[in-house]
């Protein structure tokens, strides 16, 4: 079930580097920029709404379009791709020979490769600027806004791809714009595993992040496990805190800890079920070797664990720069 | 070293509460008014006798809109406690001490929320905690991992109890048995006419690992509201005086919400222990002479802990105490008569700060013979506060 042992890392410097390349891709053009084969006109807006079942009459008829102070009859606003469409020839040619190349094809290919093979649409929001009219030509340039870390999903692990769609008419005015958002994914992470994905950390409860503690989530971002140490009296403490409860000294560095301790308590959750977890839920309560305890996660079967067992320090990224301690069964390792 | 300057000074002369329902179908604010409207009644006295009221700070309703929709004209006195279920008997003692110094006549400590119907606690970090404070910092260190409700919270020391003195699920769930054999048999209680045996508490489902369903509390709608005078005064009331024999909070060392994973001893709970001995040094009783008690049951392990804090029994064998059947109506401590938070309502406890009113006027729906003195504690993992109630000398 671990996300780990999949041929590409999950997490980790090399996931690292895969997204980094990805995002080479961020703020580039997509596709070149794409020209409307027909000016907006009326008989496709006819099929269009003929097919859709919207009698709204300003889409079709001149006079009750005027008498609601408009120009003239109008296109519907969901029509706004359909315009700039390649059509049955392009994407038949493309399906059959590859898609001409583009950043947007360089980036796919680059997934694919990777094993993401599968897309699909995720979201398709669209800002309309102005209302389009007869005659309207329009011209639509896409860009590559955002590619997301790998998420698992339902679907399988992969990269949501987001593209922005600007659409301008003869005078470069705009008139709309599309987000328009699709998934590359690996399906091949749920179906040979037989599991439902694993949730994905990224919807983990985060730690409030604060003055008093970032040195401990900066560490562990870094995947070392400190522990906050009194400089005066030489006190350990966790969680950590301004101030030293012994002698009082605001004064404390860190130490370096070696990452193993025993299981002191532990729960295994089973309701209520939130985001990013996978239940049952095993969390641990870990004496470390210097005497300090904290709570982690558990990336050992739910049915080893027990109070005294052996732990080791593990890691697992929440994303965006969120790293925090799980620790794995040490018996099962030797 | 405590002072017993408090001790007997003032008496809950009257009590009140809504029904106990999963939906009330009114809001918070009119379930407070009518609690503290039936606890006035209760009392012989009238909104216009008022000059303090106390309550928590989790509290939705204040004092200000409770006073002006009831047309209380002036309130001098006015005070909140914050840690949840762990303030229940601390009003009481904020009350207590106002009336005793003269700062205030009449107090109405009050309860008030629409916990299953409205905002449930037991969902998770409810939308307020949100903010980046030293409040919330202790989140940081356990939600992200997922122990996110009081009784995911709570498991870990439940787990580390049975490890350390050989307690099963069993003896918890026998908690959960006699609160709602004792709600079965009061007809306030949510649970009423329902009793649970052990194996169903064994059947039911998990929560989190070592906790049943049933061994977590229900949820509930409703207000509960308790009138404190002085106990000169309470003597020329209609009701019996429940005198405030001792009332103390406590607040333990490297305290947390919930969480205070870091103490040597998990199977200690030092601020209950606190309250302890505040209270046996306050009155000068000790656990021999409670009569009978309320002790707080949001979640089952923590009785057996509290059985052990309040030295009814040694170490490690609160478990063997309740298989003794000590905690039954005919046993030597006579406990949750109405049912617990399990059994009657969650109302932050304040439910059985009027239940412990009720031993002492011997008016519970499962009155044992003979109480004089009745312990009344409040929620445990957190900051908490007891009370010891009396039948006046």
Redesign the interface.
């Known amino acids: 079930m671990s996300a780990t042992t999949q041929q590409r890392p999950a997490a980790g410097p090399d996931a690292e580097e895969f997204l980094t390349q990805l995002r080479t891709f961020v703020g580039q053009q997509a596709t070149p920029v794409r020209y409307a084969q027909d000016a907006v006109n009326p008989a496709m807006i006819r099929h269009f709404v003929e097919a859709m079942g919207d009698e709204n009459p300003v889409y079709t008829d001149e006079t009750a379009a005027r008498s609601t102070g408009r120009s003239g009859i109008v296109a519907p606003p969901p029509m706004l791709s359909s315009w700039l469409m390649v059509g049955y020839k392009a994407h038949t040619a493309a399906a059959e020979h590859g898609a001409p190349d583009s950043p947007m094809t360089r980036l796919l290919n680059l997934l694919g490769d990777a094993g993401y093979v599968g897309v699909v649409a995720t979201n398709d929001e669209q800002e309309y600027v102005r209302e389009l009219r007869i005659g309207d030509r329009l011209k639509m340039t896409a860009v590559i806004e955002d590619v997301s870390p790998r998420k698992v999903t339902g679907l399988g692990a992969g990269h949501f791809i987001t593209t922005l769609r600007t659409y301008t008419d003869a005078d470069d005015q705009v008139v709309a714009r599309q987000r328009f958002r699709i998934l590359r994914f690996d399906p091949t992470v749920t179906k040979s595993s037989g599991q439902p994905a694993a949730a994905d950390p990224g919807l983990r409860h985060r730690p409030f992040v604060m003055r008093d503690n970032q040195f401990w989530f900066d560490a562990a971002r870094e995947r070392r496990l400190v522990i906050q140490t009194c400089s005066d009296c030489g006190q350990l403490r966790h969680p950590p805190g301004p101030s030293c409860p012994q002698c009082g000294s605001f004064a404390w560095h860190e130490t370096a800890a070696a990452g193993r301790g025993t299981v002191h308590s532990y729960v295994t959750s089973h309701h209520p079920k939130a985001p990013g977890y996978d239940y049952p839920l095993t969390v641990l309560l870990v004496d470390l070797e210097e005497g300090t305890r904290l709570v982690a996660d558990y990336s050992g079967d739910p049915e080893t664990v027990r109070v005294g067992l052996p732990v080791e320090v593990d890691w697992l990224d929440y994303g965006g720069d969120v790293t925090l301690p799980r620790f794995r069964n040490r018996e099962e390792q030797s | 070293m405590t002072s017993d300057f408090l001790s007997g000074k003032a008496a809950i002369a009257g009590i009140g509460a809504t029904e106990f329902s999963k939906d009330s179908g009114r809001s918070e604010l009119q379930l407070a008014i009518e609690a503290v409207g039936a606890a006035l009644t209760d009392a012989g006295l009238t909104p216009a006798d008022v000059d303090g009221l106390t309550t928590f700070t989790m509290e939705t309703n204040p004092e200000n809109m409770v006073a002006r929709s009831m047309g209380i004209p002036e309130l001098k006195f006015f005070s909140r406690i914050p840690y949840g279920g762990g303030g229940a008997c601390a009003p009481i003692q904020q009350a207590a001490m106002a009336v005793a110094t003269g700062v205030a006549d009449v107090v109405v400590a009050y309860r008030a929320f629409n916990e299953r119907s409205g905002v449930r606690f037991?969902?998770?970090?409810p939308p307020a905690k949100t903010q980046?404070?030293?409040d919330?910092?202790?989140?940081?260190?356990?939600?992200?991992?997922?122990?996110?409700?009081p009784a995911?919270q709570t498991?870990?020391?439940a787990?580390?109890y049975m490890?350390a003195y050989g307690a099963t699920s069993e003896d918890y769930g026998r908690v959960a048995v006699l609160a709602r054999k004792h709600a079965a048999k009061n007809p306030h209680a949510w649970f009423y006419g329902k009793p649970l045996t052990l194996a169903e508490h064994q059947a039911s489902?998990?929560?989190?690992?070592p906790l049943h369903l049933f061994d977590c509390c229900q949820e509930t709608d409703g207000g509960q509201a308790m009138v404190i005078v002085s106990a000169e005064r309470a003597r020329d009331l209609p009701q019996p005086a429940a005198v405030i024999t001792a009332a103390a909070q406590g607040l333990g060392p490297?305290q947390y919400q919930m969480?205070s994973?870091?103490r040597d001893d998990?199977t200690r709970i030092p601020e209950v222990e606190l309250c302890a001995r505040q209270l046996w040094a306050q009155s000068g009783l000790g656990p021999g002479e409670m009569d009978a008690a309320v002790l707080y049951d949001h979640f089952t392990p923590y009785v057996l802990n509290q059985l052990e804090e309040y030295g009814f029994c040694g170490r490690g064998e609160a478990k063997d105490f309740i298989a003794d059947g000590n905690l039954e109506l005919d046993g030597r401590l006579p406990t949750n008569t109405h049912g617990g938070q399990i059994g009657e309502a969650y109302l932050h406890g304040t439910n059985g700060v009027a239940e412990g009113v009720r031993l002492i006027r011997g008016t519970s729906t499962n009155q044992p013979k003979g109480v004089s003195n009745v312990l009344v504690t409040a929620g445990v993992g957190v900051p908490t506060s007891a009370l010891i109630l009396s039948t006046a000398r």
């Open positions: 037991g969902q998770g970090p980046a404070t030293s919330n910092e202790y989140r940081s260190w356990v939600n992200p991992y997922g122990l996110l409700t995911q498991a870990m020391f787990r580390r490890h489902r998990w929560i989190a690992e490297d969480v994973y870091y998990l």
